[in-house]
């Protein structure tokens, strides 16, 4: 299992926030001896204008609600979590499909390159061929193999196992365990099950789009109480959009 990124932080979106205005990282900023902290551009703040001429600023707690609202009151809610499972199910299967291909090919590419270093150090022990002749081939095709087993060994993972359908019950409880989860749990766990949960929070003037992995959701929604570190993040992204009034305080 890959474990979400950064979560050491005490910073509950830490890695995840983003200014619309650049593309750029979101850092916290305090304001008034410290009183308010706000997300804020890190390219504006740390380079200037030249960086960002249209800074976002957000305070924190008040992006926090927004973020842990709409997962629980817009996305893990009874009437979503089926479809957001049958979903997640539909994209596994294209995803696996396309993984037995990549497989198969890398497989294939592995066995013509391991072919041509035999029949390499084979005319070498023949006499055939001077080593000096073939050395550098012979180390490209060796880092071309390096390589190869290596994209291979990102393909052997064991494919995670999600529920297939949600019963209007079983989908009532699941939602009720991830909203406790996500407002009711210490930081530490809150904090890793929104890493998990959420890739990316793109914060402008008005609203803020928050995006993640539909597997991620789906390991969530099979599993509720597992822990977050075995909630891991790839293949298509959901995405949601909460608005607000996102304006800095006063500093």
């Known amino acids: 299992?890959?474990?979400?990124?950064?979560?050491?932080?005490?910073?509950?979106?830490?890695?995840?926030?983003?200014?619309?205005?650049?593309?750029?990282?979101?850092?916290?900023?305090?304001?008034?001896?410290?009183?308010y902290r706000y997300y804020a551009c890190a390219g504006n703040r740390l380079k200037g204008r030249s960086q960002c001429a249209n800074p976002?600023?957000?305070?924190?707690?008040?992006?926090?609600?927004?973020?842990?609202?709409?997962?629980?009151?817009?996305?893990?809610?009874?009437?979503?979590?089926?479809?957001?499972?049958?979903?997640?199910?539909?994209?596994?299967?294209?995803?696996?499909?396309?993984?037995?291909?990549?497989?198969?090919?890398?497989?294939?590419?592995?066995?013509?390159?391991?072919?041509?270093?035999?029949?390499?150090l084979a005319a070498f022990s023949a006499g055939a061929a001077e080593f000096d002749s073939v050395r550098d081939y012979l180390r490209q095709l060796?880092?071309?193999r390096e390589e190869t087993v290596r994209l291979l060994s990102t393909l052997e993972a064991e494919p995670l196992q999600i529920r297939k359908?949600?019963?209007?019950?079983?989908?009532?409880?699941?939602?009720a365990q991830l909203k406790s989860r996500l407002l009711e749990a210490p930081a530490q766990t809150k904090r890793?099950?929104?890493q998990g949960l959420v890739s990316r929070v793109v914060v402008g003037k008005e609203q803020a789009v928050i995006s993640?992995?539909?597997?991620?959701?789906?390991?969530?929604?099979?599993?509720?109480?597992?822990?977050?570190?075995?909630v891991r993040s790839f293949i298509r992204e959901w995405r949601t959009r909460k608005d607000s009034n996102l304006r800095p305080p006063d500093s």
């Not at 619309?20 to 979101?26: A, D, K, L, N, Q």
């Open 56 to 120: 976002i600023a957000v305070p924190e707690a008040e992006l926090n609600g927004l973020v842990l609202t709409a997962l629980t009151d817009r996305l893990l809610t009874p009437e979503r979590l089926p479809r957001l499972l049958h979903e997640a199910n539909r994209s596994r299967r294209t995803a696996l499909a396309d993984t037995l291909s990549r497989r198969s090919q890398l497989r294939r590419t592995h066995a013509d390159i391991q072919g041509k270093i035999d029949k390499l």
């Open 142 to 144: 060796e880092s071309q």
């Open 212 to 230: 993640g992995s539909q597997q991620a959701l789906a390991a969530a929604i099979s599993a509720p109480k597992m822990d977050s570190t075995e």
């Open 1 to 35: 299992m890959t474990p979400p990124r950064t979560v050491s932080s005490d910073v509950l979106l830490t890695g995840l926030v983003r200014c619309e205005s650049c593309g750029g990282p979101m850092m916290i900023r305090t304001g008034k001896g410290g009183r």
């Open 165 to 175: 359908t949600l019963s209007k019950a079983q989908a009532a409880t699941v939602a």
């Open 192 to 194: 890793r099950y929104v």
